[in-house]
């Protein structure tokens, strides 16, 4: 059972282009989370998607920022006209979020995109 | 505005030592526990989960819940050299809400 992946590994933009990141969630997982990490600093939560829903986007800069996770493929982060605050790693996370008696709500997360700006 | 507080160390403990590690959170409606461990430039790891008041074991790690006092900590016994990392605390308000993480608190295990 493959993990959560996420490409690129590392990618590198120049100020003002467009960065988009992809998340493919564990198999059966249908809930996407994503974190922005700086280096040095904790894990600061982004936003919270299901299939073709946005759940949470409290912690989405108002601009540039968008996320969408379609019914098929993959999450995508979509950064436009990035800047060099920007730079970071990214990561996603899913999880089953399954109710009742047992439930579990675990997040497994992705290995991660780390974003440079030039 | 729900947060989740660590000492952000660094904690020295010697090689075979108890490890322990606190967190508090700040929404008493909180449900949901976890710890996860990230080395540098790695990504998170889940450790242990916890949903119920007490002790929950796993192997050398022991998670502590005491939702009185909104406390949530993690125990590490016979700490190893490869115990060393950043170890996050994590909380889930309800089974639909986001997970708010601390800021970590760096654990060195010294030979």
């Known amino acids: 059972n493959a993990g959560v992946m996420q490409n690129p590994r590392h990618l590198v933009r120049r100020r003002g282009q467009e960065a988009r990141l992809r998340c493919s969630p564990m198999k059966g997982h249908s809930h996407v989370y994503w974190y922005r990490q700086l280096p040095e600093e904790g894990l600061k939560f982004m936003v919270y998607?299901?299939?073709?829903?946005?759940?949470?986007e409290s912690g989405m800069p108002k601009e540039r920022f968008s996320a969408e996770f379609p019914k098929e493929g993959p999450s995508i982060l979509r950064i436009q006209q990035v800047v060099r605050g920007d730079s970071a790693a990214y990561f996603c996370a899913s999880s089953s979020l399954t109710s009742g008696a047992g439930s579990t709500d675990t997040q497994y997360f992705g290995p991660g995109t780390r974003l440079t700006v030039l | 505005q729900k947060e989740v507080e660590q000492n952000s160390g660094p904690l020295s403990v010697p090689e075979g030592a108890i490890a322990s590690l606190n967190c508090t959170y700040s929404d008493r409606g909180s449900q949901s526990f976890f710890w996860y461990r990230q080395y540098s430039g790695k990504s998170p790891e889940l450790i242990m989960s916890i949903y119920s008041n007490g002790d929950k074991e796993d192997g050398r790690f022991t998670a502590q819940l005491n939702k009185a006092s909104q406390y949530v900590s993690l125990l590490i016994r016979d700490s190893q050299p490869s115990d060393s990392a950043t170890y996050l605390c994590?909380?889930?308000?309800?089974?639909?809400?986001?997970?708010?993480f601390g800021s970590g608190t760096r654990l060195s295990i010294r030979p």
């Open positions: 998607l299901q299939k073709e829903n946005i759940i949470d």
């Open positions: 994590a909380v889930r308000y309800s089974s639909a809400s986001k997970i708010i």
